[in-house]
């Protein structure tokens, strides 16, 4: 167990739909990442947070958003959904930031969409 | 050049065997290289790392080999173990953001 929870564990839903995936990281652990893995395009990395502030992003698309709350839990929305946007999305966290510290992985939220 | 090409796919090892893993890079700005163990399930977990100023780190079984001037890096498993079976993920780094391989799924028989 790495510290890092995560729910759903799974979710279904539409097409057109809007889903949050939420994050609770490491007590202590400031930085929260997250990483969607699919079958065609790997484990890709999404967005980083650190203390509240967005810090770095990768491929997201602009139909998915994260914040990072004052109590360090950590939200990804995912809206108007595709078919391609099924896949395992995992929230990792890390005590600071720049210095390529230990990511530790979530369970991960399995999204399905119908 | 953000690419982290990793082989093989998959790879068949019998108990007590040795396994490898090759990953090459092209951005010479990466400057953390990590080895994650996925089981099915599960979220990956960091199993070893090296930075750019060492060729070679060992823990237990898992050594990693890096070639910088060849931009390459690889993990040796020795003495392989069926609880071993796991997919391994390479992984490339400049300030936290973690550019993963394609994956290689690892089965040892006994």
């Known amino acids: 167990d790495s510290g890092v929870t995560q729910t759903p564990k799974h979710l279904i839903t539409a097409t057109g739909q809007r889903v949050t995936l939420r994050c609770s990281p490491r007590s202590g652990d400031l930085s929260v990442y997250w990483y969607q893995q699919s079958l065609d395009q790997g484990l890709q990395f999404l967005i980083h947070?650190?203390?509240?502030?967005?810090?770095a992003k990768g491929n997201i698309l602009e139909r998915f958003s994260a914040q990072q709350f004052p109590d360090l839990h950590s939200e990804l929305n995912l809206s108007s959904l595709e078919l391609g946007d099924s896949a395992l999305y995992f929230c990792?966290?890390?005590?600071?930031?720049?210095?390529?510290?230990?990511?530790?992985f979530g369970p991960g939220t399995r999204l399905t969409v119908l | 050049q953000q690419q982290v090409k990793q082989s093989p796919q998959s790879l068949i090892v019998q108990k007590g065997g040795i396994s490898i893993i090759n990953c090459a890079y092209e951005?010479?700005?990466?400057?953390?290289f990590p080895w994650y163990q996925q089981f099915p399930g599960k979220g990956p977990a960091l199993l070893i790392a090296i930075r750019p100023d060492v060729s070679e780190k060992k823990e237990g079984r898992f050594t990693i080999s890096f070639n910088k001037s060849a931009k390459q890096f690889s993990l040796h498993i020795m003495d392989s173990q069926p609880g071993d079976s796991a997919t391994y993920f390479c992984?490339?780094?400049?300030?936290?953001?973690?550019?993963f391989g394609t994956g290689t799924r690892l089965q040892v028989f006994p």
């Open positions: 951005n010479t700005a990466f400057d953390y």
């Open positions: 992984a490339a780094s400049k300030t936290d953001k973690l550019i």
């Open positions: 947070y650190y203390n509240g502030e967005e810090r």
């Open positions: 990792a966290s890390s005590v600071v930031w720049g210095l390529n510290s230990e990511q530790f």
